[in-house]
């Protein structure tokens, strides 16, 4: 099983765009996938269509990590109705901010993975949307993961925020979590004729190298429709939304070849 964050300290870059899209990606594949919703905004549960009635969610996990409670807490997105592929979301929900302290203790922060660990071997590839700051939440996500994902738009501090970020990866990975990597930085909402973003973008790489992701997520109307319908952004109409499912399928394949080669 193989584990990716999409983080980024700041909200609204991005991230849950982001992880729907790599979801859409990996449903298209027909990869057995859990998208795990650790942002109190529960947003992507949204995004994906899930039936929560009666259902526990992320904050009941990390309450206490049983595995009665883990499967309570993961239901199937409606993307799989008519379908036989597996496409299981870990319900997010606001209370999860009741989780979020600045300092979590040894024991809180594995929780997540502990839960993981009890539902491994029933999947290929589990996607965490984390919460937008270094609190608890966003370090109990990227402690259970392989490789995290940083997203960025092209801005004006957009290298001090992937640096910070970057840092704080590097700093759980020596603290606490050996195998966590990232997987580089993804930019999004990138308008192509922009002068400013082919600057901001240029300042990135020339800072990170070959940790600036290509290709880069350009701004588009058709994810957003996508989203709101609640839909896989790869069925969606146009050819906008096509070309958009290319890109989040290479960063997929990133994704997994980058762990592939450290096992
Ligand atoms: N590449 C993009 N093109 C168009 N709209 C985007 C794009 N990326 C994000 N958005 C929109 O911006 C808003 C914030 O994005 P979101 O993914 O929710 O950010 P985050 O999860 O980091 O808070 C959403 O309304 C989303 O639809
Ligand atoms: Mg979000």
Redesign the pocket.
């Known amino acids: 099983m193989h584990v990716l964050s999409i983080g980024?300290l700041?909200?609204?870059?991005?991230?849950?765009?982001?992880?729907?899209g790599l979801a859409s990606a990996a449903f298209a594949k027909g990869i057995s996938t859990l998208i795990v919703d650790m942002?109190p905004?529960a947003?992507?549960s949204t995004g994906l269509a899930v039936d929560a009635e009666g259902a526990l969610t992320v904050a009941d996990v990390l309450a206490n990590p049983k595995e009665r409670i883990v499967r309570k807490a993961i239901v199937p997105s409606r993307w799989t109705k008519g379908t036989n592929k597996k496409l299981h979301v870990m319900l997010g929900s606001p209370a999860a901010i009741n989780f979020d302290s600045p300092h979590p203790n040894s024991r809180e922060i594995w929780r997540l993975e502990e839960a993981l660990a009890l539902v491994e071997n029933e999947y290929d590839l589990v996607i965490i949307?984390s919460a937008?700051s270094l609190n608890a939440l966003t370090r109990i996500s990227w402690v259970a993961s392989d490789r995290v994902a940083i997203?960025t738009e092209p801005g004006l501090f957009s290298v001090a925020a992937a640096d910070r970020a970057l840092r704080a990866i590097e700093e759980l990975r020596r603290g606490l979590s050996p195998r966590l990597q990232p997987l580089g930085i993804i930019v999004?909402?990138?308008k192509p004729q922009s002068l400013e973003h082919q600057f901001r973008i240029n300042e990135l790489r020339e800072m990170f190298g070959p940790m600036v992701i290509a290709p880069y997520?350009?701004?588009?109307?058709s994810?957003?429709q996508a989203?709101g319908a609640a839909q896989p952004l790869h069925t969606w109409p146009g050819e906008s939304a096509q070309e958009?499912s290319g890109y989040f399928d290479q960063i997929l394949e990133r994704a997994l070849r980058s762990v592939k080669m450290a096992n």
């Open positions: 980024s700041k909200g609204g870059v991005g991230k849950t765009t982001v992880t729907l942002d905004q947003d992507v949307d937008p997203v999004n909402r990138v997520i350009p701004e588009r109307t994810m957003q989203q958009v």
